[in-house]
Nanobody, 124 residues
Framework: QVQLVESGGGLVQAGGSLRLSCAAS???????IGWFRQAPGKERAFVAA????????YYADSVKGRFTISRDNAKNTVYLQMNSLKPEDTAVYYC??????????????????WGQGTQVTVSS
């Protein structure tokens, strides 16, 4: 079992930054960790993923160059640094744990464990 808890969401103006954290139980270190987001009325969408050792990352085109995913296994935490935020980034953001490599882990179905989500709202 892997337990995941997201934090760091909030309200920010367009062009601003936020850093999300995904705190995990000790067993998470062997898993790929992904970030997804879900806006009202839309399906959950892939944002970024990072391999168990941090050597490999993969991003959705919509966030490439603006968001950075990283992990600190000593702290059992994965981060999502979000810069140049846009109103269309508004969503509930979820982290999840899976076993596929990041470039293959862009589907919701590839993940086994999920957090409860944190709200990110970007005002125009």
């Amino acid at each position: 079992q892997v337990q995941l808890v997201e934090s760091g969401g909030g309200l920010v103006q367009a062009g601003g930054s936020l850093r999300l954290s995904c705190a995990a139980s000790r067993t998470y270190s062997l898993y790929t960790i992904g970030w997804f987001r879900q806006a009202p009325g839309k399906e959950r969408a892939f944002v970024a993923a990072i391999s168990w050792n941090g050597d490999s990352t993969y991003y959705a085109d919509s966030v490439k160059g603006r968001f950075t995913i990283s992990r600190d296994n000593a702290k059992n935490t994965v981060y999502l640094q979000m810069n140049s935020l846009k109103p269309e980034d508004t969503a509930v953001y979820y982290c999840a744990a899976g076993l596929r490599p990041p470039r293959l882990a862009y589907r919701v179905s590839e993940y086994v464990y999920w957090g409860q989500g944190t709200q990110v709202t970007v005002s125009s």
